[in-house]
């Protein structure tokens, strides 16, 4: 990584792609189950099966990868900058 600003901004690329791809997963798995009951808030098999859902499924799984990884280096990093940043927020 090379800079605070710049890895924040990856960081919150990364992160807007995940929310994006969440809520079409979520979107196509309403449209999907339409008005059927799902105990627990599960998602039926028969959802699960659709490819469209495995797709969608497959983006966010691997989205969700990339955030952890990316997370595992840029805390490390940017230890100081992220306190002083939290601390500045917090009291602001």
Same mark, same amino acid.
């Given at each position: 990584? %090379? *800079? /605070? %600003? =710049?890895? =924040? +901004?990856?960081?919150?690329?990364? !992160? #807007?792609?995940?929310?994006? #791809? =969440?809520?079409?997963?979520? #979107?196509? =798995? !309403? @449209?999907?189950? &339409?008005?059927?009951?799902?105990?627990? &808030?599960? %998602?039926? *098999?028969?959802?699960?099966?659709?490819p469209?859902? +495995? $797709?969608?499924?497959?983006?966010?799984?691997?989205?969700f990868?990339?955030?952890?990884? /990316? !997370? &595992? %280096?840029?805390?490390?990093? /940017?230890?100081? @900058?992220? $306190?002083? +940043?939290?601390?500045a927020?917090?009291?602001?």
């Open positions: 990584m %090379t *800079d /605070f %600003t =710049t890895a =924040t +901004q990856q960081r919150d690329a990364i !992160n #807007a792609e995940l929310s994006n #791809a =969440t809520d079409a997963l979520k #979107a196509l =798995t !309403n @449209e999907l189950a &339409g008005d059927a009951p799902r105990p627990m &808030g599960l %998602t039926p *098999d028969s959802v699960k099966a659709d469209r859902w +495995q $797709a969608a499924k497959s983006k966010v799984d691997r989205l990868q990339t955030m952890r990884q /990316f !997370n &595992g %280096t840029y805390t490390k990093q /940017f230890k100081r @900058e992220l $306190a002083a +940043q939290h601390r927020n917090r009291y602001a």
